[in-house]
């Protein structure tokens, strides 16, 4: 199973769902959607313009968005 996480580097809540992540010991492969264009677009494809990081896709579906009812909005175009 491959698991992504996409973040961006100021959000608590991004921070919180690595945090999570790595305690329950689940391997995953982290994008900042802030450094990384093709990362972004991948996002936005799966969430939607209107997604909160941190984001959570495995096996390229959607998971969540946000993190217990908290996240960061990523626009289309960044910071």
Request: proline share 1%; hydrophobic share 45%; with cysteine.
């Amino acid at each position: 199973m491959a698991l992504e996480l996409y973040v961006t580097r100021g959000c608590a809540s991004c921070a919180e769902l690595r945090e999570q992540l790595l305690w329950d010991g689940r391997a995953f492969v982290e994008y900042d959607v802030e450094d990384d264009a093709a990362a972004r677009a991948r996002l936005l494809a799966l969430a939607g313009e209107h997604a909160l990081v941190p984001v959570l896709v495995e096996d390229g579906a959607l998971v969540s968005s946000g993190w217990q009812g908290r996240g960061c909005y990523v626009g289309r175009s960044a910071r």
